[in-house]
């Protein structure tokens, strides 16, 4: 199997090594990768989602709700941790996705002070509609690999990305 032709990462390192040879720059050949497909994929996320008129952060909380499968609603506790933002922030989005009519509140059954969020059915078809779109999309980014280096490269991430997820349980 022959190599890829050399792309910018490549040229960049190159130069980094002909101008700094005391560093070892490889980390450079992944991450910086990593970084520009990164920026593919946010791209190709957003046209996703304006084409349905959601924001990045909407479809994140509406597919949060999605995921949980029947009844959709999560606490939004749970919302919050799943997204990774402030209560604060997670109170903020709710109020603007209530007056989109794509969730609402209400009082949680098993717990009389509590609410939870619930998606609309309005919701639930944005997000499924929005969801659609977003994997033939990010299909069409991974399309040059064949199936088997997909999976290669998703085990490759997933050990990567193990060492950060610190609140994952770990395989022993």
Known sequence: MTAPPADEVD??????RRERPDLDVSPLQVLSRVS?????LDNAR???????EVETWEFDVLAA???AGQPYALSPGQLGAQTLVTSGTMTNRIDRLETRG???REPDPTDRRG???VLTESGRACVDAAFVDLVAREQQL???LPLNQQAELSALLRSLLGAF???QPREK
């Open 11 to 16: 040229r960049i390192t190159d130069a980094w």
């Open 102 to 104: 794509l969730v609402r």
């Open 46 to 52: 957003r046209q996703a989602f304006a084409a349905h």
């Open 36 to 40: 520009r497909l990164s920026r593919l």
């Open 115 to 117: 609410v939870r969020v």
């Open 142 to 144: 991974l399309a040059s």
């Open 65 to 67: 709700l999605r995921r």
């Open 165 to 167: 997820d610190v609140d």
